[in-house]
């Protein structure tokens, strides 16, 4: 059995991640640690963590586990946004400029990501684009929080059948995923981690990977850690 550490953006990812792929990846022997919130600074000695916008403090928190960990059969990966991914990240200038094409773009910055780190059982992953996306796979999963608004659910399939993957949903201040969910369900901005989590296990993780490409070819990869 192979074990895998999850570098999470917040308690949203940390939470999704110990809920619904650590048993998953369980049936593939692929343990998981507990997902670690990923750092974004570190002040007297001290990491603070959550968040992911700063990508020195970053990366320094993987190499030091990478250091820690030096078994081949340890891996690591992450899950952090596309959407104000932090300004130092290697190779954003350059991915800007494919910015018509979200999925090309993302797999640049990946790409760049594990140059930078430079160790082959990083796997780093970067949601399109961001954790929110995954909830208009099936925007039903709204049901227990809509009070019996089936116009609010309905505006958010609406968005969802408008983009050939959740995954698409842009990234304007006011468009992105988790600022279309708000404008219908306000509650959900005051307790993200505590439903996006619910929401997704609502939806489950076939359907969420059948929906969203990358998700899915991150999972497959995690998957195929143990030689499966």
């Not at 999963?141 to 968005?159: R, V």
Request: proline share 6%; net charge positive; with cysteine.
């Amino acid at each position: 059995m192979v074990r895998l550490y999850v570098f999470a953006e917040g308690q949203t990812e940390q939470t999704f991640a110990n809920t619904l792929i650590k048993p998953h990846l369980y049936q593939y022997n692929v343990f998981m640690n507990p997902p670690i919130l990923i750092a974004h600074a570190k002040k007297k000695g001290q990491v603070h963590r959550g968040g992911g916008r700063n990508y020195t403090p970053m990366k320094n928190d993987i190499l030091r586990f990478l250091k820690q960990e030096k078994s081949l059969d340890v891996f690591f990966t992450t899950m952090i946004d596309l959407y104000a991914i932090c300004p130092g990240f290697p190779g954003l200038a350059e991915a800007e400029l494919m910015s018509q094409d979200p999925l090309k773009k993302v797999a640049f910055l990946e790409q760049k990501f594990a140059d930078d780190i430079n160790d082959r059982r990083f796997i780093p992953y970067i949601q399109l684009h961001e954790y929110e996306a995954y909830l208009f796979s099936d925007p039903s999963c709204f049901e227990y929080l809509s009070d019996g608004n089936i116009d609010k659910i309905t505006a958010l399939q609406k968005i969802a059948n408008a983009y050939k993957t959740p995954e698409l949903i842009n990234d304007g201040l006011q468009t992105a995923p988790s600022k279309r969910i708000i404008a219908q369900f306000p509650s959900y901005g005051k307790a993200k981690s505590t439903f996006g989590p619910q929401l997704a296990a609502r939806i489950g993780l076939p359907v969420i990977r059948r929906a969203c490409y990358h998700f899915n070819q991150w999972l497959l990869k995690l998957e195929s850690l143990n030689g499966g």
